[in-house]
């Protein structure tokens, strides 16, 4: 195994770090481009919040339908023509948002995101596993955390950016504003507002088409990741993946996760808008910075002072205490604003809003540690392993909806935010106890 790893870092890890550390960025970019997109359509495409989190759902089902044929793919291709292939296809999606949103047509968007979600299952499929065995692999969350970072990073720009270029003059598309107008004029400010995204994606569309250049052309060079990731096989009596209790309760953590994560990034301009907060579209980067704040923890303390395990423990722990703050905190009250920013330069935000963002910060050491933990002693059954843990990545696309469902019926979008106490609850099990177990 340390022959195998040696391959990789005998070129040294940093060309294949920067590479991949601008995939990341891309991941980010048009991953965290959700949450601010949410309460555009549902004003653009006359929604309800249900209706609206489809897009979560569009975006996210995609790494269930396409995560085993991606690694069918990249086995035939390569890893390095597969993170080609995925610029392509992500590039394609881009595209489509153009006649989408020329057309105002809701299941035109949902089209373009699924295809954008296919081209980064792909990538993601090819990244994950690429990052966790280019090193030592107690190591290797914070070298997921490095990677993280760029990932945030790029989702606290991307609102900000989304905001500057797209939601500018909000207040004349309020509900309000709409009401006072004729179906026809209604008709022609709706259309103006949705063809405000066409420049944007020809951009998108631009960068992608480079970016599969520079990776088409770069020396990143092909880990030899089956071999690095063997070890003793013959000490592996497991005849299939799913006899890994690691691995499949690390799927169903994942599961959890990637759908409590996307609850608190997506849903939290939603939750700004119904709270009247101004500048509701730039939320999500609140999330994105108490998730680089998490990364910046893991960076500097693991393996060193804190183990995957004990991170993945005090993530849940954090998880649970911010959901019961946004549960149950006031909405009128802007004290912890206060205690954390002191006013200075940041726009008053509501307690509860605050509590939805640092769920960020509970969040962020998830993934990095659920990975390694996950593949621990798979051996052989590594790559499709690393497909089933991409696969939970669906969390993402079904519990947004399972909390828009609530928020709806109920009338109260606060108290549904309940549907993510389970979650860190099985996350909470995982990191005491469901990492260790090895037979069924």
């Known amino acids: 195994m340390e022959m195998a790893i040696n391959k990789v870092q005998g070129r040294s890890t940093v060309l294949p770090m920067l590479i991949i550390g601008t995939l990341f960025f891309v991941f980010g970019f048009v991953t965290w481009l959700n949450g601010s997109l949410i309460p555009f359509l549902k004003i653009v495409c006359d929604l309800n919040e249900f209706q609206a989190l489809l897009v979560t759902f569009a975006f996210y089902i995609a790494y269930v339908v396409m995560a085993i044929p991606m690694s069918m793919v990249l086995n035939r291709i390569g ?66 955390s490095c990677m993280g970072l ?62 599969m250049a520079f990776v088409k052309f770069s020396p990143l060079p092909e880990p030899d990741l089956e071999e690095a990731m063997i070890g003793d096989v013959k000490t592996q009596p497991q005849t299939s993946v799913l006899q890994f209790p690691q691995l499949v309760l690390g799927v169903v ?26 500048n509701f579209g730039t939320l999500t980067s609140y999330t994105m910075a108490f998730m680089v704040l998490g990364y910046l923890v893991g960076v500097s303390c693991i393996p060193k002072y804190l183990s995957q395990a004990r991170a993945l423990q005090g993530s849940a722990i954090f998880g649970l205490l911010f959901t019961l703050g946004v549960m149950f905190g006031s909405s009128d009250s ?66 947004p909806l399972v909390y828009g469902y609530f928020a709806h ?32």
């Open 150 to 211: 760029v990932n945030k990073g790029a989702g606290i720009v991307v609102p900000v950016v989304f905001t500057a270029l797209i939601l500018t003059g909000m207040d004349q598309f309020t509900p309000e504003a709409l009401a006072a107008l004729t179906a026809e004029e209604k008709a022609s400010r709706i259309a103006e507002l949705s063809n405000r995204l066409v420049q944007p994606y020809i951009y998108m569309t631009a960068a992608l088409v480079a970016l």
């Open 409 to 440: 019926s109920s009338g109260d979008s606060q108290l549904a935010y309940w549907v993510m106490l389970p979650c860190y609850a099985f996350i909470l099990f995982y990191a005491f106890k469901g990492h260790k177990i090895r037979q069924w």
């Open 79 to 144: 890893y390095k023509n597969g993170m080609v292939a995925g610029l392509g296809i992500m590039a394609l999606g881009a595209v489509l948002f153009i006649p989408a949103a020329q057309s105002s047509y809701y299941a035109l968007f949902l089209i373009a995101l699924f295809t954008l979600g296919t081209g980064l299952t792909i990538l993601q499929t090819a990244s994950n596993p690429y990052i966790v065995c280019i090193g030592p692999r107690e190591s290797a969350a914070m070298r997921i």
């Open 253 to 278: 953590a994942l599961f959890f996760y990637v759908g409590v994560e996307v609850i608190a990034g997506d849903t939290i301009g939603l939750y700004g808008q119904n709270l009247q907060v101004a």
């Open 334 to 399: 802007h004290a912890i604003a206060e205690l954390l920013f002191g006013w200075t330069g940041i726009p008053t935000v509501p307690d509860t809003v605050l509590y939805l963002a640092m769920l960020g910060f509970a969040n962020a050491l998830v993934w990095p540690a659920v990975w390694p933990l996950a593949l621990d002693g798979l051996g052989k059954f590594t790559a499709t392993a690393s497909a089933l843990l991409i696969m939970g990545i669906a969390g993402g696309a079904l519990l």
